[in-house]
């Protein structure tokens, strides 16, 4: 067997670049210590992310928490660990088996299982030692236990001890005694750490420039943030993982900016209805009332909104829907992340139909679509659907502060009673005045006599009179469309990514852009040149069409198992598909850089 010092030497010295891996169990209150580990490093300078693998019951299964550290801004998923934090007997030898040769384990000692591997660094962690020294409070020990690892952790591997003493103060500003308590649990096993713990491994973690111009925050409170200040007026929800803790957000933070200075009364309305049907009926009521109606939900609640996103798509209603995607069929994976929801969204309605998509891959882009989907439903009037995921939403990542909308509120051809008098033309609700296909429309509290209009479901001509005529229908019809066909160059353009002489492209969306962006370099590295494309909204602008063209190749690789963009993409650009090349995996977890790596390489050699 080697020594740990031989193993420790087998490889150069790493600072700031492992994936760790911290394992207990659901509900043992370890979400403070990670994001304790986390943050300290953020804030000595060094870029990482965070990644919270949990079963979806309420306590007792089996948990993880990777953080990625990379100096280089690489914060993809890695699919090893190169140190383990063992917390959890149950799992201690499968996850032993993601650790590197020549990884770490530091682990509670009182776990009685043995190592079965000689090419890592095992440091055993006196938990329940240090607990009875600290005198811990009974029923508070479980909790306490999850300090001892963040200080022998970060006394091991370099972790400013000052930085983690000002992330707890700042993780509990309401409880200063509190986070006094844990830090001195920190302390005792840091100290510990240092006179016990000879250092044997090679990864270490030493303060980097400040990331002045960063902050650390997930998706869905980036996205309540910009609903917020989007000028959002009502919100119905239903809670469902992983979407609740947007309208929580939403609950946090407008009580704080949107209230009315004079009255200090509220300007909003946030409604916990009894299901998904009330919730997305409240927010069509809402948007058709004129305000800015907005709900949340995955999956599952997305098959319940359908009727009544149907209803909106027709009887031309602006709302905002935000899909944190899970994992489906039916209930799935409710607290694993995939994109299996692009199809159900895209073209969700029955008859024809096809919505508009938001699809942001970064937290701060979760803030920006979430004021800007508003002004795109006014604009178009027609529900605007934002795809989210699961990792995008509610892990930890960095990202440059938010910036305040730099431009007013645009609410499209909404008329007043000064704009009906001076209209000119006949009104009607669903008439094409100016040949977008956008009509022009009132909504609750316009007093003018030819403001009101009959908003119907059913068949309907342009001024809201009930019909069935063969003509009507297909010229109606043809106008949604339009109007949906017209947005195609005014959404978010696609972001693309250039390598000198690249003729293979690669196209994604959503939260799978860190991954592509490492693995552009990898594939690089390798003599494989490839441009990058990330779809950020659909229908497609003509950008996408000309990158396609310009490639020999193009792997559409995404997070689920049909290929779902690659298949709308076929649709749109039929004439393009040999040109095409599906490459989507799903597992529940987020997509890694190395597999886009294999995927592409294993392509290319056949």
């Given at each position: 067997m080697k020594k740990e010092s031989e193993i420790g030497q087998m490889q150069a010295k790493a600072v700031n670049d492992f994936c760790m891996t911290v394992c207990t169990v659901n509900g043992s209150g370890s979400?403070?210590?990670?994001?304790?580990?986390?943050?300290?490093?953020?804030?000595?300078?060094?870029?990482?992310?965070?990644?919270?693998?949990?079963?979806?019951?309420?306590?007792?299964?089996?948990?993880?928490?990777?953080?990625?550290?990379?100096?280089?801004?690489?914060?993809?998923?890695?699919?090893?660990?190169?140190?383990?934090?063992?917390?959890n007997s149950?799992?201690?030898?499968?996850?032993?088996?993601?650790?590197?040769?020549?990884?770490?384990?530091?682990?509670?000692?009182?776990?009685?299982?043995?190592?079965?591997?000689?090419?890592?660094?095992?440091?055993?962690?006196?938990?329940?030692?240090?607990?009875?020294?600290?005198?811990?409070?009974?029923?508070?020990?479980?909790?306490?236990?999850?300090?001892?690892?963040?200080?022998?952790?970060?006394?091991?591997l370099g972790i400013d001890l000052g930085v983690v003493h000002q992330v707890l103060l700042n993780q509990f500003t309401q409880k200063t005694s509190v986070a006094e308590s844990n830090f001195a649990m920190v302390k005792l096993a840091a100290d510990w750490a240092r006179d016990n713990l000879e250092k044997q491994d090679r990864y270490f973690i030493e303060s980097m420039p400040p990331l002045e111009d960063y902050i650390m925050t997930d998706g869905n409170t980036a996205g309540a943030l910009g609903a917020i200040y989007g000028g959002f007026q009502f919100c119905g929800w239903y809670p469902i993982t992983p979407a609740s803790s947007l309208a929580e957000s939403l609950n946090t933070f407008a009580p704080q900016l949107r209230q009315d200075p004079k009255t200090g009364r509220n300007t909003f309305a946030i409604v916990q209805a009894e299901d998904e049907l009330a919730s997305i009926g409240m927010a069509v009521g809402a948007g058709w009332a004129g305000i800015r109606s907005m709900t949340s939900?995955?999956?599952?609640?997305?098959?319940?909104?359908?009727?009544?996103?149907?209803?909106?798509?027709?009887?031309?209603?602006?709302?905002?829907?935000?899909?944190?995607?899970?994992?489906?069929?039916?209930?799935?994976?409710?607290?694993?992340?995939?994109?299996?929801?692009?199809?159900?969204?895209?073209?969700?309605?029955?008859?024809?139909?096809?919505?508009?998509?938001?699809?942001?891959?970064?937290?701060?882009?979760?803030?920006?679509?979430?004021?800007?989907?508003?002004?795109?439903?006014?604009?178009?009037?027609?529900?605007?659907?934002?795809?989210?995921?699961?990792?995008?939403?509610?892990?930890?990542?960095?990202?440059?502060?938010?910036?305040?909308p730099n431009q007013p509120i645009q609410r499209g051809k909404i008329l007043w009673e000064e704009d009906l008098e001076n209209f000119g033309k006949e009104w009607g609700r669903y008439l094409d005045v100016d040949g977008d296909g956008i009509p022009y429309r009132t909504v609750m509290g316009n007093t003018h006599p030819k403001a009101p209009y009959f908003t119907r479901g059913t068949g309907h001509d342009e001024y809201g009179n009930y019909s069935e005529e063969p003509d009507v229908w297909v010229r109606v019809m043809d106008r949604i469309k339009a109007?949906?066909?017209?947005?195609?160059?005014?959404?978010?353009?696609?972001?693309?990514?250039?390598?000198?002489?690249?003729?293979?492209?690669?196209?994604?969306?959503?939260?799978?852009?860190?991954?592509?962006?490492?693995?552009?370099?990898?594939?690089?590295?390798?003599?494989?040149?490839?441009?990058?494309?990330?779809?950020?909204?659909?229908?497609?602008?003509?950008?996408?069409?000309?990158?396609?063209?310009?490639?020999?190749?193009?792997?559409?690789?995404?997070?689920?198992?049909?290929?779902?963009?690659?298949?709308?993409?076929?649709?749109?650009?039929?004439?393009?598909?040999?040109?095409?090349?599906?490459?989507?995996?799903?597992d529940g977890l987020p997509m890694t850089a190395d597999y886009i790596v294999n995927a592409v390489v294993e392509r290319e050699r056949k």
């Open positions: 979400a403070t210590a990670n994001t304790t580990l986390l943050r300290a490093m953020f804030h000595m300078g060094i870029p990482v992310s965070g990644k919270n693998i949990f079963p979806s019951n309420i306590k007792g299964l089996p948990t993880w928490f990777s953080i990625r550290v990379s100096k280089d801004g690489y914060l993809a998923r890695v699919a090893h660990d190169d140190i383990i934090v063992q917390m149950t799992t201690f030898t499968e996850d032993l088996d993601y650790n590197v040769p020549g990884g770490v384990i530091f682990y509670a000692d009182h776990i009685a299982v043995p190592i079965h591997r000689d090419d890592v660094i095992a440091y055993p962690m006196p938990v329940k030692q240090l607990i009875s020294e600290a005198d811990v409070p009974r029923n508070l020990r479980d909790y306490m236990e999850n300090m001892v690892y963040v200080g022998v952790v970060s006394q091991m939900t995955s999956g599952p609640g997305v098959s319940l909104m359908t009727e009544y996103m149907s209803l909106a798509y027709y009887a031309e209603v602006p709302l905002v829907l935000w899909d944190v995607q899970r994992v489906g069929p039916s209930t799935g994976l409710p607290t694993r992340t995939g994109q299996g929801d692009l199809n159900l969204t895209y073209f969700l309605g029955h008859g024809d139909t096809n919505q508009i998509i938001l699809i942001p891959s970064t937290v701060n882009e979760c803030f920006t679509f979430g004021w800007q989907a508003f002004d795109y439903a006014e604009e178009f009037q027609t529900p605007v659907i934002i795809l989210s995921d699961l990792d995008l939403g509610m892990n930890q990542w960095m990202t440059r502060k938010f910036e305040y109007k949906i066909e017209n947005a195609r160059e005014k959404l978010p353009k696609p972001e693309i990514r250039e390598v000198e002489g690249a003729r293979i492209g690669l196209i994604g969306m959503g939260s799978t852009e860190p991954a592509f962006l490492e693995a552009q370099d990898k594939l690089k590295a390798v003599g494989i040149r490839c441009d990058y494309m990330r779809i950020r909204a659909l229908p497609f602008s003509q950008e996408v069409g000309d990158f396609i063209h310009a490639h020999n190749v193009n792997y559409v690789v995404e997070l689920n198992r049909d290929g779902q963009l690659n298949q709308i993409l076929t649709i749109d650009y039929c004439h393009l598909t040999e040109k095409m090349v599906s490459l989507a995996f799903m």
